[in-house]
């Protein structure tokens, strides 16, 4: 049986996934999810734009970091 979630864009929220699975954000999902939502930067971000979050933007208001691509890896050589 599913905790009780307290905000109510459990269902659409893009990260809540990562945050159920993924240890080191538990934190994030027992502090906001679970409680203090309003206070939670995606839950703010969409109430007051109206537009989904950026996918990397936590509860805290820190983002994610992304996975480095092949183009910005600092080991890339130019073209030959
Ligand atoms: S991360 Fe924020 S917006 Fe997403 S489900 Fe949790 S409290 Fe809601």
Redo the contacts with the bound molecule.
């Keep these: 049986m599913d905790p009780d979630?307290?905000?109510?864009?459990?269902g659409r929220?893009e990260?809540?996934p990562r945050?159920r699975s993924e240890h080191q954000l538990r934190i994030?999902?027992e502090r906001?999810?679970l409680d203090e939502?309003s206070k939670?930067?995606?839950?703010q971000h969409?109430r007051a734009s109206g537009t989904k979050?950026p996918l990397e933007l936590l509860?805290t208001g820190e983002l994610l970091p992304t996975a480095p691509t092949i183009n910005s890896r600092s080991d890339s050589r130019p073209d030959e």
Aim: hydrophobic share 40%; with cysteine.
């Design positions: 979630w307290k905000c109510p864009n459990v929220c990260l809540f945050l994030c999902l906001y999810c939502f939670c930067a995606r839950y969409a979050p509860p």
